[in-house]
């Protein structure tokens, strides 16, 4: 009798275990943001990546319903883009903690919010891509907090705060049509 409950108290616990997993792993899924994503592109892989940014800007802030400014204060706080003129716009960077491309998306977030295995490189240098998970991930960080500010900082950060750089964003009032 006691050899039967030895092997039942672990085994409970095993199932429990796997079960609670479970249900943690389909919450987190259902919580992830699903959006159609069909956007019409007129934008050519050799245009100047300052037009290619702006293109994808305007696309995707407005599929994800985002307010322009704030998209615009994002790219220019992570990667100081000026807008569809700054013509030595540099959109492969990667920042210390590990932050790539136009949007500096962190590999890790990028692969969770979009449900896929993308490549660093790919994140790096695919601008359509970037920005995509940038309004993404932003969209998603908003419904979540309810307000901009807590979304910034939690894009900045990965915790809901407000900095420096949340109020950076929410005041941006840059010129889109900035000349170099």
């Not at 987190?28 to 959006?35: E, V």
Request: overall charge positive.
């Amino acid at each position: 009798m006691k050899k039967s409950n030895a092997f039942l108290i672990p085994f409970i616990s095993f199932i429990l275990g796997c079960t609670l997993t479970t249900l943690y792993v389909v919450w987190q899924d259902s919580n992830k943001p699903k959006y159609d994503i069909s956007i019409n592109k007129n934008v050519e892989d050799n245009d100047p990546s300052c037009l290619r940014m702006y293109h994808y800007i305007e696309l995707y802030a407005d599929s994800f319903d985002i307010p322009k400014q704030y998209a615009y204060g994002i790219a220019n706080a992570e990667t100081g883009y000026r807008g569809p003129l700054h013509w030595k716009y540099n959109h492969k960077q990667t920042s210390p903690a590990g932050a790539v491309g136009p949007m500096q998306i962190m590999p890790s977030t990028a692969r969770w919010i979009n449900g896929d295995k993308v490549s660093v490189e790919r994140l790096r240098s695919d601008i359509d891509y970037n920005v995509m998970t940038s309004m993404k991930l932003l969209r998603y960080l908003y419904d979540k907090n309810n307000d901009w500010l807590l979304a910034f900082g939690e894009y900045n950060t990965g915790r809901p705060c407000i900095n420096k750089y949340a109020n950076k964003v929410y005041n941006y009032e840059g010129s889109q049509h900035h000349f170099d």
